[in-house]
């Protein structure tokens, strides 16, 4: 793959050994559809599509959407496996390459939450699309009370960040959608804003 192509011939991004990150394909249809069955009222509150989903042949149709998507070089969806297990899904809703940005989407089922799998998860992607993809934007949404937002910037690398001449805003809501956006500028120049989002967010 030519750095910045946003299209990775192949793609594993291993976290440490009980965690990694594989690309989505039809043999993980039945796995994700057992996740999504065993998480429905949890993940209802946060994803449109959960009471759209009832067969295998219905994730089986969003894997092959998933394909579509990469092939038009417009994003791409991870398994995340932990101890080889499914545990959720994380990805890029779209690249936008003339500008270079892309937001990250997520869920996990919920007896994989509170590990910190996510955090990394997040952060592995986050590096690939600026050190891999070359972008210069990813944006991730999240709800949460504005306390969690901040532990949510420090998981971030916000020190490191900091370091290199970013800043972070908050908005100083008590409990709204934020949307974090880290931006990469002239290398290591680089932005973390928090801002209030009306749109629905995966979790």
């Known amino acids: 793959m030519s750095k910045g192509s946003g299209k990775p011939s192949s793609l594993?991004?291993?976290i440490n050994e009980n965690l990694n990150l594989q690309f989505i394909?039809?043999?993980h249809a039945q796995?994700?559809?057992n996740l999504t069955d065993r998480n429905r009222e949890y993940l209802r509150e946060w994803l449109p599509?959960?009471?759209f989903t009832k067969s295998v042949n219905d994730t089986t149709e969003y894997i092959k959407i998933c394909k579509d998507l990469y092939n038009l070089n417009n994003g791409f969806?991870?398994?995340?496996k932990y101890n080889n297990e499914v545990a959720g899904i994380l990805g890029l809703h779209y690249i936008n390459h003339a500008n270079k940005h892309t937001e990250i989407g997520y869920w996990l089922g919920s007896n994989?939450?509170?590990k910190g799998l996510m955090i990394m998860s997040?952060?592995?992607l986050k590096d690939y699309c600026f050190k891999d993809l070359n972008l210069n934007r990813v944006a991730i949404n999240v709800l949460q009370k504005i306390t969690e937002a901040r532990k949510y910037l420090s998981d971030w690398d916000l020190k490191?960040?900091?370091s290199c001449g970013r800043r972070v805003s908050l908005m100083e809501n008590i409990l709204t959608t934020y949307s974090i956006q880290c931006s990469k500028k002239n290398g290591f120049q680089n932005e973390i804003s928090i801002e209030q989002q009306a749109c629905m967010i995966l979790h």
């Open 12 to 14: 594993n991004l291993s």
């Open 25 to 27: 394909n039809a043999s």
């Open 31 to 33: 796995d994700l559809l």
């Open 49 to 51: 599509w959960v009471d």
């Open 77 to 80: 969806q991870l398994i995340i």
């Open 112 to 114: 994989y939450t509170g």
């Open 122 to 124: 997040c952060r592995k």
């Open 160 to 162: 490191k960040m900091a």
